[in-house]
């Protein structure tokens, strides 16, 4: 513990903390980010074993090719950390004490925590362990950084390099390895690449477009063994009986969950490809979340659970985790929604959405193949469910994963989609007015119906939500909307009451009643968020009907998107916000408001709108002081 | 084709570019109107919220809107729009100075 005392900080802060995070990664930052700003006064720790503060992982690949320097991988500026409060601990985790709430460190030493994030990432297959040679002297599994470092250092004396995998990771790093003018011999293990997220014709157009820029590609060929000289990489053996010689072997066979933590829990942590956790991230021990690489989330579509190792997931699991750790989880709108992967394979940009492939009779597919680029389309009806993309050209990609996460209308743009040319910005935008319309002329939300969200991995939700709710039931924050648990839904809104409570009276000449969102509505809830909120005269969206009755619509002109709290002091009257307390404060001058936005902003989705742009308020009384 | 680009997106939807950004810096390879080194990190944090920096706010009046960052986006989000959302709160911050 001396570190701590260099550090000036007293033992009691030391030894337990209110918010323990294990792992610096993307997740584990990001979550003690949002937790410090969401409560201010926590006691936040972060517990890492990494030597390097939190980096933008998927630029190691330019990094490794020269096109970065160190300093430009930097995920959050320096000094993030300290200037958050957020202490940073070197040690390793061995165990963790469920019942007695601490984490026993390697070489001794415990830690005591409120709640615990465990964000460790995950860990790379490799090459299976009896491969002879894999230990020579230039046969990298590229994961972390240390490994690019090694890399970067070693490709101005490579000339042939072998490259073993099947993934986006592996043809990254082909591309990447081209772009140095070494002859790359690519070894991958089946016919087809990535077949999970590809089918063939996509895997044929990738392997083209790969071969044309200069790879050696080997289908249906494993690594027998590598051969070296005096210690040192000199050539791979395949299963074909083929020596390549090379001086750079790179493993890029993927990777599996870090959920050791899992299995050295005193309580049992359901763990099966990743620690399973519901749509708070909560684990099925109490105070325990995950999120991140080692965090295996329901599918929506599939009902599944598996990991997400993607980056703007584990985003989105770390201030999602922030939210329920602090016990402020109505406050983040943020749902999961389906799997996305967008990345450049070589020239080509590819881009997957929801589930394109594997889908039983009742859907709809359809492909085009033109100008070198590949589409599919897996529509449900007149919604989309899945959506691949290889050409050229990126598409609108979070566009196009909020069409399907909203389970939005395609007929009259499926052939944009097709061809890819959709104007997403203004499909959304053209929505948004419509529904806009919609809210006004009937004063209702629009009916948002969740996309193949129905639970087909019904038993192992059961379990998890059983468990969540035993230490929902017991904590003293209400965690409303546990998934299916209907009894869980309406506690949460009756625990709502009193903040939603005045704003219908204040909203009293309106007759409509407050649309009670349907239980289970844990899906649909955080998308109506987005689509009304996208309503809002600042954003430039005014729908023509909504014009002349919002009166904050005045001031609309001058600025193009004003925040709630600028238009709360300037005119005196907003919409109910994020803040119960503010929104009640300013209730009596909001009465004079048009009778459907208060209406609608009491409802609960609203309020946790305005708290999702709540940063703009807050940075904006900083500027202000200077 | 219309030629006829939103210039502006939403904030929520800047906020969620802003996050699925994976640092790789492409964009700002790509820039012709970037003339100091700016970092990734820094430009998201600053577009985001809090102050914003002297290098930052000479970048972003610097930004001319040509679209150039948007091609090499691996992820396919539109730095044009987060320079616009920079634009709008550097313009904020100086009204209110």
């Known amino acids: ?75 959050y500026p320096a000094g993030t950390e300290r200037e958050q409060r957020i202490h940073v601990i070197q040690a390793h985790v061995e165990s963790i004490n469920a019942q007695g709430k601490y984490l026993c460190l390697e ?19 490799g090459l299976p362990v009896g491969t002879p040679g894999r230990d020579f002297d230039g046969v990298l599994t590229l994961h972390r950084l240390a490994d690019y470092l090694d890399l970067r250092r070693r490709l101005v004396e490579v000339g042939h390099a072998v490259v073993i995998g099947g993934g986006a990771h592996a043809i990254e790093t082909v591309m990447g390895l081209l772009s140095w003018g070494i002859t790359v011999h690519w070894l991958v293990r089946s016919a087809t690449i990535m077949p999970r997220v590809l089918d063939q014709p996509a895997s044929s157009l990738v392997l083209e477009h790969i071969q044309r820029a200069g790879a050696k590609i080997y289908l249906e060929t494993e690594v027998a ?14 299963n074909q009986n083929q020596l390549i010689p090379c001086q750079l072997v790179l493993v890029c066979t ?47 579509q599939t009902g599944s659970y598996e990991p997400r190792a993607q980056w703007y997931s584990a985003v989105l699991e770390g201030r999602i ?24 394979l070589g020239e080509l940009s590819m881009l997957t959405v929801g589930n394109p492939l594997h889908w039983s009779d009742e859907i709809t597919s359809l492909t085009d193949s033109s100008k070198g680029s590949y589409r599919l389309m897996a529509l449900a009806g007149d919604r989309l469910v899945g959506y691949l993309s290889l050409g050229p050209k990126q598409p609108d990609s979070l566009a196009i994963k909020r069409i399907i996460d909203e389970g939005l209308p395609v007929g009259s743009i499926k052939k944009a989609l097709l061809k890819g040319t959709l104007d997403a910005r203004a499909y959304l935008s053209q929505r948004r007015s419509e529904a806009a319309h919609d809210l006004v002329t009937t004063g209702k939300l629009p009916d948002l119906v969740p996309v193949a969200s129905t639970g087909k991995g019904a038993p192992i939700v059961r379990v998890l939500s059983t468990t969540a709710s035993l230490p929902a039931a017991a904590a003293p924050v209400p965690m ?46 955080p998308l109506a968020v987005v689509e009304s909120e996208e309503i809002s005269p600042f954003t430039g969206n005014l729908p023509a009907a909504a014009k002349p009755q919002t009166a904050v619509g005045a001031s609309s002109g001058r600025r193009p998107s004003p ?64 | 084709m219309r030629d006829s680009v939103l210039l502006h997106k939403t904030g929520p939807q800047v906020a969620q570019e802003l996050q699925a950004c994976i640092g790789c810096n492409e964009c700002l390879l790509a820039c012709p109107a970037l003339a100091e080194p700016i970092t990734i990190d820094v430009l998201n944090r600053e577009t985001l919220s809090g102050p914003i920096s002297k290098p930052v706010a000479r970048y972003a009046r610097a930004c001319y809107q040509c679209g150039a960052c948007v091609a090499p986006c691996p992820v396919g989000l539109h730095r044009d729009a987060m320079m616009m959302w920079l634009k709008v709160r550097l313009l904020r911050s100086g009204r209110e100075e």
């Open chain 1, 321 to 344: 985790a922030a939210a329920a750790m602090t016990g402020q989880s109505e406050r983040e709108s943020s749902s999961f929604g389906v799997p996305w992967h967008a990345t450049h």
């Open chain 1, 480 to 525: 409303p909307g546990i998934k299916q648990g209907q009894a869980a839904a309406q506690a949460g809104q009756t625990a709502r009451l009193p903040e939603t409570g005045p704003l219908r009276a204040a909203a009293a000449p309106v007759p409509v009643p407050i649309p009670v969102p349907a239980p289970a509505s844990r899906y649909t809830a």
């Open chain 1, 225 to 238: 063994g590598i051969v070296g000289r005096v210690g040192v990489v000199a050539g791979v053996i395949t």
């Open chain 1, 107 to 125: 070489g001794g030493g415990g830690f005591g925590y409120g709640s615990l994030l465990i964000a460790t990432g995950s860990k790379p297959n």
């Open chain 1, 563 to 626: 925040s709630p709290q600028q238009r709360a002091q300037s005119q005196g009257a907003s919409p109910a916000r994020g803040r119960s307390s503010s929104a009640q404060k300013l209730l009596p001058a909001s009465a004079k408001l048009p009778a459907i936005n208060v209406n609608s902003r009491g409802k609960r989705p609203l309020r946790n709108l305005w708290s999702y742009s709540e940063k703009r308020p807050v940075f904006q009384s900083g500027t202000g002081g200077r």
């Open chain 1, 1 to 75: 513990m001396s570190r701590e005392h260099k550090a000036g900080i007293s033992r009691s802060y030391v030894e337990s903390a209110d918010i323990v995070i294990i792992g610096n990664g993307i997740a584990g930052l990001t979550a003690a980010v949002e937790a410090r700003r969401l409560d201010p006064d926590a006691r936040i720790v972060i517990i890492t074993d990494q030597c390097h503060p939190t980096i933008n992982t998927p630029a190691l690949k330019q990094f490794a090719t020269g096109k970065l320097e160190r300093e430009q991988l930097l995920a």
């Open chain 1, 254 to 300: 993927g990777t599996r969950p870090n959920a050791a933590l899992a299995r050295h829990c005193t309580e049992p942590m359901l763990c099966k490809n990743g620690i399973l956790v519901d749509d708070h991230l909560r684990t099925s021990v109490r105070d325990i979340y995950a999120a991140g690489d080692v965090a295996a989330l329901k599918n929506p």
